[in-house]
């Protein structure tokens, strides 16, 4: 299920917004739901406590560029899909920063948008619908699993390490080790090959019968009994993608 995010100071344009994402919406094989907010502080607020899998956002907005909406969101998200519509082509060449998919001039064109949402839903991975929120000591953290290299067990804290070279560090858990890291477990993508390291195995460069070494050179050590185990799970998930 995806979650598509519009922001638009405009009340008129909001919901034309809404009504054209709507019947995309409704007519594709993407179900989804789509929220609206009138005000960039809203939305943010929101991306504090959740992530959107696309942000369909004006630009010329109160208090807050909307471009400078999408720096923040791309700050902890690089995965989501970010589309500008807006009625001043002058800042196209800005929106770049952001990475935006595409950038669209009101009056909103409804072909137009209905294609560009269908790209931004083909580059999005199915499998990674939810998302992990980290209570930290700064408040809540939400992850999408792509984002994750690995996560350690450390002093009763679990240290996540990211995709962009952030870490994000819980608060003291309560329960086991296991039990926290459960249901990131039951995706496919992750294995265990240490009693305090989780790994995504999408991002291994190599492995010896000691280790893996990850994206960035970071390494997660293999527990040397586990070893024909976990080499055997990593190679199924390999074959599984088509890469063995």
């Given at each position: 299920?995806?979650?598509?995010?519009?922001?638009?100071?405009?009340?008129?344009?909001?919901?034309?917004?809404?009504?054209?994402?709507?019947?995309?919406?409704?007519?594709?094989?993407?179900?989804?739901?789509?929220?609206?907010?009138?005000?960039?502080?809203?939305?943010?607020?929101?991306?504090?406590?959740?992530?959107?899998?696309?942000?369909l956002l004006d630009i010329v907005m109160p208090m807050i560029h909307g471009i400078e909406v999408g720096k923040t969101i791309r700050e902890h998200d690089q995965q989501a899909v970010i589309i500008y519509a807006t009625s001043?082509?002058?800042?196209?060449?800005?929106?770049?920063?952001?990475?935006?998919?595409?950038?669209?001039?009101?009056?909103?064109?409804?072909?137009?948008?209905?294609?560009?949402?269908?790209?931004?839903?083909?580059?999005?991975?199915?499998?990674?619908?939810?998302?992990?929120?980290?209570?930290?000591?700064?408040?809540?953290?939400?992850?999408?699993?792509?984002?994750?290299?690995?996560?350690?067990?450390s002093k009763h804290t679990v240290i996540y390490t990211l995709t962009d070279g952030r870490t994000v560090r819980s608060k003291v858990i309560q329960g086991t080790f296991s039990r926290y890291i459960e249901r990131t477990l039951?995706?496919?993508?992750?294995?265990?090959?240490?009693?305090?390291?989780?790994?995504?195995?999408?991002?291994?460069?190599?492995?010896?019968?000691?280790?893996?070494?990850?994206?960035?050179?970071?390494?997660?050590?293999?527990?040397?009994?586990?070893?024909?185990?976990?080499?055997?799970?990593?190679?199924?998930?390999?074959?599984?993608?088509?890469?063995?």
């Open positions: 299920m995806l979650d598509i995010a519009i922001c638009d100071d405009d009340p008129t344009q909001l919901a034309l917004l809404a009504t054209y994402t709507n019947e995309w919406v409704q007519n594709s094989n993407n179900p989804a739901f789509v929220h609206q907010f009138l005000h960039p502080d809203e939305l943010l607020r929101s991306c504090e406590k959740r992530r959107y899998h696309i942000y001043e082509p002058s800042f196209a060449l800005q929106s770049f920063a952001t990475n935006p998919i595409n950038y669209l001039l009101k009056p909103i064109d409804k072909g137009r948008l209905h294609a560009t949402l269908s790209l931004a839903a083909s580059k999005l991975d199915p499998s990674d619908e939810h998302v992990l929120t980290v209570k930290t000591h700064a408040g809540i953290q939400v992850i999408r699993p792509s984002e994750i290299l690995f996560c350690e067990y039951h995706d496919k993508r992750f294995i265990r090959p240490h009693v305090s390291y989780v790994l995504n195995m999408d991002y291994v460069e190599s492995f010896t019968k000691t280790r893996f070494t990850l994206r960035s050179e970071h390494n997660v050590p293999i527990v040397i009994k586990q070893y024909c185990t976990v080499r055997d799970i990593y190679m199924n998930y390999l074959s599984s993608k088509g890469k063995t």
